[in-house]
T-cell receptor, first 113, second 114 residues
Framework: AQTVTQSQPEMSVQEAETVTLSCTYD???????LFWYKQPPSRQMILVIR??????QNATENRFSVNFQKAAKSFSLKISDSQLGDTAMYFC??????????FGEGTQLTVNP | GAGVSQSPSNKVTEKGKDVELRCDPI?????LYWYRQSLGQGLEFLIY????????KSGLPSDRFSAERTGGSVSTLTIQRTQQEDSAVYLC????????????FGPGTRLTVL
């Protein structure tokens, strides 16, 4: 069974600063996908970024980038130039092709003005 | 285009009543998932539909929970004889299941069982 662990229940950052959210996972699969979703108070789960395990290059989406370390089973999210709208719960998630998502416990990020 | 929609947005019911929650996936998406988000349990998988294949029901917590997907599109999650521990946000997601396995979520239904 796959597990996903987010060891930081809460984090805060000043506006315009950079913050990194941690995620580790455990699996015996070789091909899989990793995701970061954000969930603001509206509760809409929004995809932030995805990474295919077979790709060595780290995914980036504008201010969001990941540090994917396959051997260490680590998948951290870096948010650059933090904005007030980035305040949300962030979930790390894992799936194999076409299967359910397994989520971490979440990290509540607060961006302070 | 239109995203995943869910209805109702909020549902308050009395213990013992049956409830139906609806999900409209993104047009053309062949895969549909239901998850439950509760304070004590985090995000849990419930059930997964893929095309005409038999659904993966392995996440349903009890036989009071069932789901169907009609015509490969709209899905209904039914909870019979609701209990207070069923109170949670129920999230639906759909996926194109071709080159892209990404799941796109709806806004959820908050269920409160009194």
């Amino acid at each position: 069974a796959q597990t996903v662990t987010q060891s930081q229940p809460e984090m805060s950052v000043q506006e315009a600063e950079t913050v990194t959210l941690s995620c580790t996972y455990d699996t015996s699969e070789n091909n899989y996908y990793l995701f970061w979703y954000k969930q603001p108070p509206s509760r809409q789960m929004i995809l932030v970024i995805r990474q295919e395990a077979y790709k060595q290059q780290n995914a980036t989406e504008n201010r969001f980038s990941v540090n994917f370390q396959k051997a260490a089973k680590s998948f951290s999210l870096k948010i650059s130039d933090s904005q007030l709208g980035d305040t949300a719960m962030y979930f790390c998630a894992f799936s194999t092709s076409g299967s359910r998502l397994t989520f971490g416990e979440g990290t509540q990020l607060t961006v302070n003005p | 285009g239109a995203g995943v929609s869910q209805s109702p947005s909020n549902k308050v019911t009395e213990k013992g009543k049956d409830v139906e929650l609806r999900c409209d996936p993104i047009s053309g998406h062949t895969a549909l998932y239901w998850y439950r988000q509760s304070l004590g349990q985090g995000l849990e998988f419930l059930i997964y539909f893929q095309g005409n294949s038999a659904p993966d029901k392995s996440g349903l917590p009890s036989d009071r929970f069932s789901a169907e997907r009609t015509g490969g599109s709209v899905s209904t999650l039914t909870i019979q004889r609701t209990q207070q521990e069923d109170s949670a946000v129920y999230l639906c997601a759909s996926s194109p299941r071709l080159a892209d396995d990404t799941q796109y979520f709806g806004p959820g239904t908050r269920l409160t069982v009194l």
